[in-house]
């Protein structure tokens, strides 16, 4: 099972639990209103109906295969469960099971949640180098790649997993297993990136207030994990609170000084607090490290089609989806100049790409309207 979307991280470029003593002062309470309380073991709780459902259908099947196997076949055979994959939003885990849907992260955890429960060992692993990015308005998002890596039940004598029985789950093909690096996850990391899911997608509804208690909260459950501080810089300098802003994203580049999307941010807060000279160092770091950065042929395009240069425009979408072939905005936009260059049958192509690569319910219904009324068309 792939699993993206574990990683939010606001870019403005493009786009309570005490912390411990490593954190530096970079909190700033009294200018946010109090908001709902964040609750880190709900993140993993299972109700009744989930311990129903293990000790009922997951039992089933673990009559005849190991409770890996079962596990997985009683929640991913599609004439079970029925779950969908949804990235518009990320649950926990007795959400996700209740909406039969969530985005990655929200299936690693609950998976993660009913492993638990039936007393297997659970690893979390990140895929180094998956990360990918997609938009929302002029919000620009990257998101990692976390994996699940379910073992059989503890020895009860050494404590130790038998790396015989482990099982991935993971989206990649099974072909591909084992091909890629990995960095362990502790689970007070994937509990901090669930919180920074929660902080980017209330920020991008526009609720400040209750993004910088999530974002906080990501910060307090694991200080070492750089998207939270980046994510909170970003709902800082949204909020006007510029200084604030300026220290949380300097202290991240610290921790990552490589880090394009903090050195994007941090330029854009000097910049804002009218300190552009010292931005200057971060624009030119920036464009030694991403000469052409996500979404350029993409805003290329874009700028191609409204001067009606739809043969360019159909150029650059095709230069930035060599970079990216999965991100459905580009197929979309690649179809819109087609069709504006009468080549409809690429137009086609490109229309079902981007429902086939679409990650939202509400995107796809959008594909599988133009594309019904393309074909509508095509036929008179």
């Given at each position: 099972m792939r699993v993206g979307a574990a990683l939010l991280c606001a870019a403005l470029a493009a786009c309570a639990a005490t912390p411990p003593a490593s954190v530096p002062p970079i909190f700033n309470d009294a200018d946010f209103a109090p908001a709902a309380a964040i609750d880190a073991s709900q993140v993993f709780a299972l109700d009744d109906t989930m311990r129903q459902y293990v000790r009922t259908e997951v039992r089933r099947?673990?009559?005849?295969?190991?409770?890996?196997?079962?596990?997985?076949?009683a929640l991913y055979?599609?004439?079970?469960?029925?779950?969908?994959?949804?990235?518009?939003?990320t649950r926990n885990a007795r959400e996700?099971?209740?909406?039969?849907?969530g985005n990655c992260l929200s299936l690693v955890i609950m998976t993660a949640a009913l492993a638990h429960e039936m007393g297997l060992t659970v690893r979390y692993q990140e895929v180094l180098g998956e990360?990918?990015?997609?938009?929302?308005?002029?919000?620009?998002?990257?998101?990692?790649?976390?994996?699940?890596?379910?073992?059989?039940?503890?020895?009860?004598?050494?404590?130790?997993?038998?790396?015989?029985?482990?099982?991935?789950?993971?989206?990649?093909?099974?072909?591909?297993m084992g091909s890629y690096r990995t960095r362990e996850l502790?689970?007070?990391?994937?509990?901090?990136?669930?919180?920074?899911?929660?902080?980017?997608?209330?920020?991008?509804?526009?609720?400040?207030?209750?993004?910088?208690?999530?974002?906080?909260?990501?910060?307090?459950?694991?200080?070492?994990?750089?998207?939270?501080?980046?994510?909170?810089g970003v709902i800082q300098f949204r909020h006007g609170d510029l200084a604030a802003a300026r220290r949380t994203l300097a202290h991240a580049l610290t921790r990552s000084p490589d880090n394009t999307v903090l050195l994007s941010n941090?330029?854009?807060?000097?910049?804002?607090?009218?300190?552009?000279?010292?931005?200057?160092?971060?624009?030119?770091r920036l464009l030694a490290l991403q000469p052409q950065p996500p979404f350029h042929y993409f805003n290329l395009g874009k700028t191609a089609m409204q001067k009606g240069e739809y043969q360019e425009a159909a150029r650059l979408f095709s230069r930035e989806l060599a970079r990216d072939p999965y991100y459905h905005e580009?197929?979309?936009?690649?179809a819109?100049?087609?069709?504006?260059?009468?080549?409809?049958?690429?137009?086609?192509?490109?229309?079902?790409?981007?429902?086939?690569?679409?990650?939202?319910?509400?995107?796809?219904?959008?594909?599988a309207a133009k594309l019904q009324r393309l074909r509508a068309a095509a036929t008179h």
């Open positions: 099947e673990a009559r005849h295969k190991n409770d890996r196997a079962a596990l997985y076949d055979d599609k004439t079970r469960l029925q779950l969908e994959y949804d990235a518009e939003l996700t099971f209740a909406a039969r849907q990360e990918s990015w997609s938009r929302s308005g002029n919000m620009y998002f990257v998101a990692g790649h976390v994996n699940l890596v379910l073992g059989q039940r503890l020895d009860d004598k050494s404590g130790r997993y038998d790396a015989k029985g482990m099982m991935v789950i993971d989206f990649l093909p099974s072909g591909e502790d689970e007070a990391t994937i509990v901090a990136m669930y919180m920074n899911n929660r902080a980017a997608e209330t920020m991008s509804e526009g609720q400040l207030d209750q993004a910088y208690w999530w974002a906080r909260a990501a910060i307090g459950q694991d200080p070492s994990f750089s998207g939270a501080y980046n994510t909170l941090l330029a854009q807060a000097l910049e804002a607090s009218g300190m552009a000279q010292e931005a200057l160092p971060l624009r030119r580009f197929h979309f936009w690649l819109q100049a087609y069709a504006r260059l009468g080549q409809m049958a690429q137009a086609g192509r490109q229309l079902e790409l981007a429902l086939e690569t679409s990650t939202t319910r509400s995107d796809h219904g959008l594909y």
